[in-house]
């Protein structure tokens, strides 16, 4: 069973940067997928950026593109997320997510596992 803790949310005004950090456990071998989702109530969850833990493969969200870049420690089994230049439309619960392999970065079904979450908030 994977567990995923996120840290880092937090205020900040816009222009700003934040590092969400997440730390995993409960790997066994294979290629998983892991992201960083966010939710805004009221709006569907979005997917902000998502990589495959054995490759260099990414997917960021047009939203999100130059500003935002997933990194991965695989000593330290944590997933990270440098946001930079932020926007207070990138207000959000942010969550650190995970699927076991076979998976798909997008498009697929619904990753299995889930962080608790971290808020972040971008004001003007």
């Known amino acids: 069973q994977l567990q995923l803790v996120e840290s880092g949310g937090g205020s900040v005004q816009a222009g700003g940067s934040l590092r969400l950090s997440c730390a995993a456990s409960?790997?066994?071998?294979?290629?998983?997928?892991m992201g960083w989702f966010r939710h805004v109530p009221g709006k569907e969850r979005e997917v902000v950026v998502a990589?495959?833990?054995?490759?260099?493969?990414?997917y960021y969200s047009d939203s999100v593109k130059g500003r935002f870049t997933i990194s991965r420690d695989s000593a330290k089994n944590t997933l990270y997320l440098q946001m930079n230049s932020l926007k207070p439309e990138d207000t959000a619960m942010y969550y650190c997510?995970?699927?076991?392999?076979?998976?798909?970065?997008?498009?697929?079904?619904?990753?299995?596992?889930w962080g608790q979450g971290t808020q972040v908030t971008v004001s003007s």
């Open positions: 990589i495959y833990t054995t490759s260099s493969i990414t």
């Open positions: 997510a995970a699927d076991s392999p076979p998976c798909t970065l997008v498009g697929g079904h619904e990753y299995s596992y």
């Open positions: 409960g790997y066994t071998a294979g290629r998983y997928c």
